[in-house]
């Protein structure tokens, strides 16, 4: 259990430095979730991010096995360069999951997607392997 929480903390870090770094992807709190917490935009933003980056893990968790398996041939035709196209879906599935939840992550195109699934990408593994380096033996 305490693994999917830090994972979710992981998935909502590696948005956030995707949002901070590409200006055509952007996540935003609704009104109505900053109402709803009292008035505080910050954290709202802070649920909205973790709000999203849960969805994310489930959209990893159960949608991106099912794409990687069908697209196995042509992925392997393009080197495993079609696994970018991949995460960029991944991302864009998730952007358009977002708009019925109080925060929306907004992509603006599959280039915008493409910068951040890759920033994604890297930051997750980084921060992965802290995670993984810090923690218990299992």
């Given amino acids: 259990m305490i693994r999917i929480i830090v994972q979710v903390i992981i998935n909502a870090l590696a948005l956030a430095v995707a949002v901070l770094v590409l200006t055509g992807v952007d996540l935003t709190a609704s009104a ?36 990687k398996f069908l697209s196995l041939p042509l992925t392997c035709l393009t080197l495993g360069l079609f696994a ?28 915008w997607g493409l910068g ?10 980084v921060l992965d392997f802290f995670t993984r380096r810090l923690g218990p033996a299992e």
């Fill in 84 to 111: 970018l196209v991949i995460n960029t879906l991944m991302v864009l599935l998730t952007a358009w999951l977002s708009e019925y939840t109080p925060a929306v992550l907004s992509v603006e195109n599959f280039w």
């Fill in 116 to 125: 951040a699934s890759i920033i994604i990408s890297l930051t997750s593994a």
């Fill in 32 to 67: 109505g979730m900053v109402e709803a917490i009292g008035g505080d935009e910050t954290l709202a933003n802070v649920l909205a991010f973790l709000l999203v980056g849960l969805i994310f893990g489930v959209v990893n968790a159960l949608v991106r096995p099912i794409v």
